[in-house]
């Protein structure tokens, strides 16, 4: 069941890369990557007491509608957190409305707010809980096409093995807009 899973998700990471890189010449359209350094803000019951681990990463796709709202989607990697009871690390995809506060020429606020749901790995079982993500970052464009981002993020995930848990990360990435 586990890599029926891992299947289905690649998949459909790989569908939405394909669509995004289908409608290269559709104006609108990004993709991007980050990474950074996942925080597990609170424990996950009988496996882990919370903190951080290895480096977690994010590939999304998305479409900017106008300078102000665009909407995006993706796979994350919380990466791997561990301790002395054991080890745990969560897997899944978003989807984010994400608002624009172009600054100055290049420069850009922004912030996210969206549904994520994640499949966690321990080292005493699996679960899998929705989540609620929110974020905010600084955005530079180094030409119209490519933009480094620079963002923190939570995402409070409601049922973890019978517990909300939250993970905060703050990350760099680089965005292409075709």
Not at 16 to 32: M, P, R, T, W
Not at 41 to 52: E, P, Q
Not at 58 to 69: A, K
Request: charged letters at 15%.
């Amino acid at each position: 069941m586990r890599n029926q899973g891992r299947a289905i998700k690649a998949l459909l990471g790989a569908g939405l890369l394909a669509g995004a890189l289908g409608a290269a010449q559709a104006e609108g359209f990004y993709i991007g990557g980050n990474i950074g350094q996942p925080n597990y803000r609170a424990n996950i019951t009988g496996v882990i007491d919370g903190g951080s681990g290895d480096a977690g990463y994010e590939l999304y796709g998305g479409y900017q509608f106008n300078p102000y709202f665009g909407l995006e989607g993706g796979y994350y990697d919380l990466g791997k957190v561990s301790d002395a009871s054991g080890h745990a690390n969560g897997r899944g995809f978003h989807f984010d409305a994400v608002g624009t506060f172009p600054l100055t020429s290049g420069w850009a606020l922004y912030g996210l707010a969206g549904y994520s749901q994640a499949e966690f790995e321990t080292s005493t079982g699996d679960d899998s809980s929705p989540g609620f993500k929110v974020g905010a970052g600084v955005q530079y464009d180094f030409t119209k096409q490519m933009a480094m981002r620079l963002q923190y993020q939570r995402t409070r995930f409601t049922d973890v093995f019978n517990d909300k848990l939250s993970v905060d990360q703050a990350s760099l990435g680089l965005k292409y807009a075709f």
